[in-house]
């Protein structure tokens, strides 16, 4: 009787306890943000916790079409005007009101952040003429070129509260400070959640880095209130642990489990998965314009990526359908060009990137490195799905060749920044339109960077090519679809012909969870706790 009386009283704890926590939704990361500022890193984990606490003027949907968020409506004047008109009602998690000063003061901070990670987002500010809010409720937007995107590309940028700095009236003039009178804010000080001002569905209750991230729902926010009362964002970066985390029940959702392992909760009713295409293109950056690269070494004292036969020969000694099969187990999909084939920009039947070694070798001699060389590959590993092993498959691929090649894996909180810096010779990189057009993948990477670096911000190879840069900047200027459509497609044909950029694949986002929620999986894969709701029963 007594066993009955405690087995009783501890079922009735465990129920307790389970409804105490019903209300917090624990996800394990893949990968960790890096900073909680918005505007440090354009990366995938830090522009999905920066979706939590604050908003943009324009939302993304799981599928990347474009809604209202701070802006109700907007339009264009068919040239470089853009208005848009800020939403009624809206108040900051610190109380202040949301206007257009604080949009403007977001702008210019973009421009004046000292403690940012190459030039995040100010290639979208970067090519505003002028900026103005007749008054608190519109917001008027000159940009020195047309661009048609412009809707798309701020629909990644976060808004901060004026109220965080010391100011007089804020204005977009960047050579008086725009206003701002004190100290412009740094990545410190959203980290310890002082200046972590937002409007969105979630506020920041604590940031320890490598350990969690805690969220509580925001009782001010304009929108429908989240489900959860507080999220656990906790960063465990091996697949086998997260998923043994969720069998465990330690965790409710996890993000990227290997494909491989999805077999372990297929027949179990207590969990469930979605597997969601993304327009993610896995890809490696060749250092193409120095004479010396830091991470190569041939006979002859050059560096042997200068030359176009030895980076086609690169590419045809990566067999891209192993790598989907065998490391990606099929939750992937060989790219041939930098977005999937049918988006706006790309090729409607791209040439398949072949696997060809003996024709590699071939090229390799005619370039005068029958011999081979020497070479390192730098990579994550901590940030895409297997990418420290694609690095290692791409190695092994390359060594079979006549390449002597080793890899280079560090976590990315060290990998970015160096990158940044250009201080490897073969860098992977991963690449997610945020605008669902070609146009993303073209104007960042393989463009000579203008003065006002709104394109090729992150142009780490030295790539150059004349006839690629007038396309690409006819291209992103072109507000008729049709002819931006075909300027795109000739692009990013001259990028592939040139193998400065060799794609491997493009990824797709996996999600596993507990049967008890539904998960909306995002093309864009962030990892968003609004896309996890309470199944309906």
């Known amino acids: 009787m007594r066993r009955s009386i405690f087995a009783l009283a501890l079922a009735t704890a465990s129920l307790s306890s389970i409804c105490a926590s019903a209300q917090t939704l624990r996800i394990a990361l893949a990968s960790e943000p890096t900073a909680v500022d918005p505007h440090y890193h ?24 474009l809604h209202p968020s701070l802006a109700s409506s907007w339009e264009n004047d068919g040239k470089n005007r853009w208005t848009f008109k800020l939403r009624d009602g809206v108040t900051f998690s610190n109380g202040k009101p949301f206007t257009a000063e604080d949009v403007v003061f977001t702008f210019c901070r973009t421009l004046k952040n000292e403690t940012k990670v190459s030039d995040s987002f100010a290639d979208v500010t970067g090519n505003f003429a002028s900026v103005e809010a007749p008054d608190p409720k519109t917001l008027v937007i000159t940009t020195t070129n047309p661009e048609p995107l412009l809707p798309n590309l701020l629909s990644a940028l976060p808004i901060l509260s004026a109220s965080i700095v010391e100011h007089g009236p804020i204005s977009y003039d960047i050579a008086k400070n725009c206003g701002v009178t004190g100290p412009w804010p740094t990545v410190s000080g959203f980290n310890d959640g002082t200046l972590a001002i937002g409007t969105g569905p979630y506020k920041l209750k604590s940031y320890s880095r490598g350990s969690s991230i805690e969220l509580e729902r925001n009782p001010s926010y304009w929108g429908k209130a989240e489900p959860w009362a507080n999220v656990r964002l906790l960063p465990v970066t091996n697949a086998g642990p997260r998923l043994a985390g969720l069998l465990a029940g330690d ?38 314009a120095r004479d010396q690269s830091p991470f190569v070494k041939a006979e002859d004292g050059k560096s042997p990526l200068k030359d176009v036969r030895v980076r086609k020969a690169m590419s045809l000694a990566i067999d891209r359908d192993a790598i989907v099969k065998r490391i990606m187990d099929g939750a992937a999909e060989p790219a041939y060009q930098y977005l999937p084939t049918g988006m706006f ?12 070694p003996a024709q590699a070798k071939k090229l390799l001699a005619e370039a005068g490195y029958e011999k081979g060389f020497q070479l390192t590959l730098s990579s994550t590993n901590d940030r895409y799905i297997n990418d420290s092993q694609i690095t290692q498959a791409v190695a092994q691929y390359l060594t079979q060749i006549g390449i002597k090649t080793e890899v280079d894996a560090m976590t990315r909180a060290i990998y970015f920044p160096r990158r940044a810096k250009k201080e490897f010779s073969v860098a992977l990189g991963g690449w997610g339109s945020g605008t669902g057009e070609a146009a993303s993948f073209l104007r960042q990477w393989p463009p000579t960077p203008n003065e006002a670096k709104t394109i ?20 992103i200027t072109t507000l008729d679809d049709a002819k931006r459509d075909q300027l795109l497609q000739e692009a990013g044909k001259i ?35 609004m896309s996890v709701k309470p199944k309906a029963k």
Not at 47 to 60: G, T
Not at 264 to 269: A, E, G, L, Q
Not at 345 to 356: F, I, N, R, S
Not at 514 to 525: F, N, P, T
Request: no cysteine.
């Open 345 to 356: 920009g790309t090729q409607a039947k791209p040439e398949k990137l072949a696997y060809d």
């Open 495 to 529: 990028v592939l012909a040139d193998y400065a950029f060799i794609p491997i694949h493009f990824e797709s986002g996996i999600w596993a969870f507990k049967s008890e929620l539904d998960v909306k999986g995002r093309a864009d894969q962030l990892m968003l706790a």
């Open 456 to 475: 090729g911000g992150s142009n780490y190879g030295g790539y150059k090519n004349d006839r690629f840069d007038t396309l690409i900047r006819e291209a």
């Open 42 to 65: 354009d990366l995938t984990p830090n522009n999905a916790l920066a979706q939590h606490i604050f908003d943009s003027l324009v939302r993304q949907d799981e599928q990347q079409k």
């Open 251 to 288: 965790y409710d959702v996890i993000e990227n489990p290997a494909a491989r392992d999805l077999g372990r909760i297929k027949n179990d009713k207590r969990f469930d998965s979605v597997v969601t295409p993304s327009t993610r293109v896995i890809y490696f950056q060749l250092d193409v």
